[in-house]
């Protein structure tokens, strides 16, 4: 995903110079190209995100269009306020880019995990949040926060994501995709976790039930037709997020569920607390609960009640 | 007008904000009269107030946003605006309250309040200026008690390393904060030289001497943003309100007011209610 983003930022910025690439001393080597060709519209502001994302906001407010990139946990929780007032109340086109979402980083532990940094950001008025699955995803992602005026947050994992789209499709901010039909139950995902959530579908599909699959790249604002029609044609929804359940995915889901007034079975499935434990990241989210074997036994549960 | 009749005049606006909206920040306001007088007034900043978005002009950014009437007065007699409008601050239909928001208020660059942000993004416009060539040069007002944010100093330290000589941030030092003296709640000392060796050209001023205020607004040194460090009195042109921390924020009384007014020179004329226009 880094080097999906990099690889998009590196053409955005060529072709236009109000892009900036700013960095808040994260992503060493990753950078080095789009340093060597564009030093102009590359600064490193070092370890202060309150600073860069309070300058990002001023450069917007003259006509740039920085994309402000660390860890998501440094941006959302560190530098809230300046989201909040530099970037959102003004609505300035500052593009905060978080690395690392959830427990990507799965060694590193809980401070470096982004596993509330959508329900902090998702009250906050004008900003737009997009939370992509995959590289291609990633890229599409990029360029839409490019060429949507106003604040945008957006959500990546690491390098190592598996591209889950076999072809091509049209990415819109704000409109869902379903990756995967089927009428008994409907597993939404957001972020690299789609790939798990595909998985389970499948091995479900081999127990006899069939999923349909539903990836909402935007938590902000939410596509409520695809989750209302799923909610209609499938009557029981699961949730799955590398993120807390309060606040996220889950929550946006339920909100518009249940101001419909369509009564469905539902599930959150998401982290309770704090992150615990060590380990790559697979190992982590199948010791938090958010592991594949996790997301069959919560549909089968719903498919028994 | 010259430029002490200029700041009285200014003092006085400030004064019927408070008084028609029923409250707000007047020591922080009064402390940096003179400051935001010069620099509109006397030949520092570049504005033009019939088209605030004029591409050239300077910038100001009102860190230390509760001072908010301060530059609303500014703004009123720089034109950017009718005076009119400075009496219903803070009343249901007005575009102005207790703290600048930009957009809404021709002339304010930064929505700002809650503190220890405008230093970054007065940052980042001096760098997308600098970037672009202009010439126009940025402004902004500290509080000194607001330097005790930590993102104050991560902007210090940004700043410098920027090269940005585009940038002026004044250091409004009343010594007051509001609850206290500044150094009994935090030590600050040596607060000049803190700056000076984090690589800004510090110059240090009587911050209600008008020939020093502009003498600092217009000193440049190459390859260093200039931090002037303006020593006031917070409350200043207010005997009772001069350095008591109170007045930080606090309406005077039926005893203080006729003190206040005397010496700011306001009539009962210029506090008479007045209806809003609409």
Known sequence: MRTAYLDTLYELANKDKRVYALISDNGAIVYDKYREDLPSQYLNLGISEANMLGMAAGMASRGKIPFAYTIGAFLAYRAFEFIRNDICLQKQNVKIVGTGAGMVYSALGPTHHSTEDLGGLRALPNLTILSPASPLEVKKATTAAYGQEGPVYLRLGTNKEPEIYQEDYRFEIGKGVTLREGNDATLIGTGSILKDILDAAELLEGRGIHTRVINIHTIKPIDKEIILQAAEETGRIVTIEDHNVIGGLGSAVAEVVAESGKGVKFKRIGLGGFSQGYGTYAEVKEYNGIGIGRICKEVECLMCT | MEIGEIAKDIRKKIYQIAHFAGGGHMGAAFSMADIISVLYFDGVLKYDAGNPEWEERDKFILSKGHASYALYAVLAKAGFFPEEELWHVGKPGSRFGGHPKMHDIPGVEASTGA???????????????QADGRSSHVYTILGDGECQEGSIWEGALSA???????????????????????????????????????????LEIDG??????????????TKKPTLVVANTIKGKGVSFMEQVPIWHYRMPNSQELPV???ELGLTEADLEKREVQD
């Open chain 2, 115 to 129: 503190l220890g942000h405008g230093l970054s993004f007065a940052i980042g416009v001096a760098y997308a200026d």
């Open chain 2, 260 to 262: 206040l007014m005397e």
């Open chain 2, 208 to 221: 209600h001497h008008y020939g020093e205020i502009k003498e600092a607004l217009l000193a440049r040194e």
């Open chain 2, 160 to 202: 410098p390393t920027l090269g940005l000589d585009n940038l002026t941030v004044v250091v409004d030092h009343n010594k007051l904060q509001a609850m206290d003296d500044l150094e009994k709640i935090v030590n600050m000392k040596p607060f000049a030289e803190k700056w000076r060796a984090f690589g800004w050209n510090v």
